[in-house]
C-alpha cells in the first residue's frame, strides 16, 4: 500500500459515519507542517496568515507552539472580532475603508492596542480620524513597502499590485506623517514578496519556465534584500522604537528570515499545503487539509460523478486555480467539464473500483479558501477523528 492509499483508508475509516461532502485537517501533517515553518524560520517568530486558515480553533492550536507569534489578519472586521476572542497581537495585512470598524477601534482600548492597521497613503489615515466618533485611542499603524522588480527602466514590473510606497525616501515621508498626527503610532513595517513566497519554482513539464522562475526569483531576493534594510533604516530614523518588521511567505520563509533587517516572518498556507506549494524546490509540506464528495453516479466504464467539487480558488483564471482529486490515485477531470456547481465526472481507472456513496478526496488549490465552503473541519488523529471545530463560516463570520 503505498502512503497515499494508507492516508486514504484512514480519512474513510475516520469518516465512515459521516456523510459527504465533509473536510479534514489531518493534524499530523499540520503539525508537522508547522515544525518544518518554524525550523526555515531559524529562530524569528511567524506571524500566522489567518486568511489562509480560517478556523480559530486551528489558530490557536498554531499560536500555542514554540516559534509563532501573532496573527496577519485580512479585514478589519476580522481583526476587531479575533481581538474580542482574546488574540492580543493582530496585525492587519490590508488597508480598510471600513468606517463603523475603525470607529470601534478608536473607542475601544482593548481593541486598540491588539490592532494594528495598514497604511500607504495619508488619505488612509484621513478616512481612520474621520471615523472615530469620539474616540481617543491611539491607532497602531504599520506601513507597507511595495516589493515588486522592476526591470527595464521600470517598463516591466514582476509582483503584486500593492502599496505606491517602493523608496525608502516614500516611506520615511509617510512615517513622519505619521509621527506628526496626533491618534496615531507607527509600530512596523511590512513587505510581502508574493512574486518569491507565492509562485512555485518548479513547474510540472515546464523546466523552461521553472528555470526562469528561479531565476527571477534569485534576482528579485537580492534587490529586496538591499531595498528593504534601505528602507528599514530610513523609517527608524524617523521612528527608532519600530516594534517589528514583516516579510515572506510560505515559499519564501528561509531566504526572508535569513536577512537582518526582517524581524519576523508570515506564513499560513504552509500549514495546510494545497495544490499550489507541490511546485516548491524549497520545501516540501505534508497535505493537511482535504475535502470529500460522495460519488453518486456510475456513467461508464472508468467513469464516476461526484457530487458538488466546483470550488475555484481566487486570483487569475487557470487550470491551477481548481482543486484536483486526490484520493484514490489517478482519477481525473472530464476535459470537457471539469469540477462542476453540482457535479463532477471523474475519469480514471480507479473509478471502477468505487461505489455510490463512496468519498473521492479533494486538495483545494489554495489553503484557506476551503473554508468558504464549509462550517466545520473535522480534525483527525490516525484514524479517528478527534474534534469537529467550526470555520469562520461556522461561526457566521464571512469577512468578504
Known sequence: MTPRAADRARYDRATAHLDAPVAIVDLEAFDANADDLVRRAGGKPIRVASKSVRCRALLERVLAREGFA??????????????????????????????????????????????????????????????????????????ELDTSLRLLGGRVRVGALRSPLREPAQLAELARSVDRRPGFRLVGIMAYEGHVAGVGDAVAGRPLRSRAIRLMQSVARKELESRRAAVVRAVRAVAPDLEFVNGGGTGSVQHTA?????????????LYVP???????????RPAALFA????????????????????ASGAAGPDRLPVPYLPEGLRYDPQEGPGEVQTPLLGSPADDLLIGDKVWFRHAKAGELCERFDSLQLIEGDRITATVPTYRGEGRTFL
Open 275 to 285: 495544490r499550489l506549494f507541490d511546485n516548491y524546490t524549497s520545501f516540501t509540506g
Open 258 to 270: 535569513a536577512e537582518d533587517a526582517v524581524t519576523e516572518i508570515a506564513a499560513g498556507s504552509g
Open 70 to 143: 501573532g496573527i496577519m489578519s485580512f479585514t478589519l472586521d476580522e481583526s476587531l472580532w479575533l481581538a474580542r476572542a482574546g488574540f492580543e497581537d493582530v496585525l492587519l495585512a490590508y488597508p480598510s475603508a471600513d468606517r463603523t470598524a475603525f470607529g470601534e477601534l478608536a473607542n475601544d482600548p482593548k481593541l486598540a492596542a491588539a490592532v494594528t492597521v495598514m497604511v500607504d497613503d495619508p488619505a488612509q489615515l484621513d478616512l481612520i480620524d474621520g471615523a472615530r466618533a469620539g474616540g481617543g485611542e491611539e491607532i497602531r499603524v504599520c506601513l
Open 293 to 312: 464528495q460522495p460519488v453518486v453516479r456510475r456513467p461508464g466504464v472508468g467513469v464516476v460523478t461526484v457530487l458538488g467539487g466546483g470550488y475555484p
